[in-house]
């Protein structure tokens, strides 16, 4: 009978646990990223909506769609992630929508300068022209520890815009982030760990 007690209370301690470590994660997401906290997400057709009237995102083949709001102190930030159905159509599509904005080929001298916080203003005749000069010239973030993936930022409309993309041998997945935050140290240091742990 004490057997019996030992195995129910082991059973139900791996139970506890088990489901306290799935609960760390929500859909593609973590509770926390930096100190901002997970506060909303959506999968599937809700999530598939939102990236289908985004600039840029909506050209990207979809087999998958995901979005997140989270928030902190010092503001909110957004995620979008349009995962299509293998990483050669997610690279081409990212690729496309890249050269679209104005981002660099991969071709062009580096062109970060060290200071996030400066952004030249840009005109091309691409479709962004048809904006209007609310969007700059996506430039390549400098974060130190990693190359890939490749982070642009830009501005559009006041706000401040990360993406990229991230790929295995299944899959890739383009990512889109916005902060109301005007902090953009505090911007990239929150990048930073969303590509590492998102």
Same mark, same amino acid.
């Given at each position: 009978?004490?057997?019996?007690?030992?195995?129910? #209370?082991?059973?139900?301690?791996? &139970?506890?646990?088990?489901?306290?470590?799935?609960? &760390?994660?929500?859909?593609?997401?973590?509770?926390?990223?930096?100190?901002?906290?997970?506060?909303?997400?959506?999968?599937?057709?809700?999530? &598939?909506?939102?990236?289908?009237?985004?600039?840029?995102?909506?050209?990207?083949?979809?087999?998958?769609?995901?979005?997140?709001?989270?928030?902190?102190?010092?503001?909110?930030?957004?995620?979008?992630?349009?995962?299509?159905?293998?990483?050669? &159509?997610?690279?081409?599509?990212?690729?496309?929508?890249?050269?679209?904005?104005?981002?660099?080929?991969?071709?062009?001298?580096?062109?970060?300068?060290?200071?996030?916080?400066?952004?030249?203003?840009?005109?091309?005749?691409?479709?962004?022209?048809?904006?209007?000069?609310?969007?700059?010239?996506?430039?390549?973030?400098? #974060?130190?520890?990693?190359?890939?993936?490749?982070?642009?930022?830009?501005?559009?409309?006041?706000?401040?815009?990360?993406?990229?993309?991230?790929?295995?041998?299944?899959?890739?997945?383009?990512?889109?982030?916005?902060?109301?935050?005007?902090?953009?140290?505090?911007?990239?240091?929150?990048?930073?760990?969303?590509?590492?742990?998102?």
């Amino acid at each position: 009978m004490k057997k019996l007690y030992i195995i129910i #209370i082991v059973v139900a301690l791996l &139970a506890v646990t088990f489901l306290y470590s799935s609960g &760390a994660k929500k859909s593609i997401f973590t509770e926390k990223v930096g100190d901002m906290t997970l506060i909303r997400y959506e999968t599937g057709e809700v999530a &598939a909506q939102q990236i289908s009237s985004m600039y840029g995102l909506k050209d990207i083949p979809l087999a998958k769609a995901y979005s997140a709001v989270y928030k902190s102190e010092k503001g909110t930030m957004r995620i979008w992630v349009a995962e299509a159905p293998d990483h050669n &159509a997610a690279n081409d599509a990212f690729n496309a929508m890249n050269s679209m904005l104005g981002g660099s080929t991969g071709h062009e001298e580096h062109e970060y300068s060290g200071d996030v916080g400066q952004i030249e203003s840009h005109k091309s005749h691409s479709d962004v022209e048809m904006l209007n000069g609310s969007f700059t010239k996506p430039i390549k973030v400098d #974060i130190m520890e990693f190359v890939k993936p490749d982070v642009y930022m830009m501005r559009a409309n006041n706000a401040y815009n990360y993406y990229y993309f991230k790929m295995d041998y299944k899959m890739g997945r383009v990512y889109w982030i916005t902060f109301d935050s005007q902090d953009t140290g505090y911007q990239v240091s929150i990048v930073k760990q969303a590509v590492m742990n998102i």
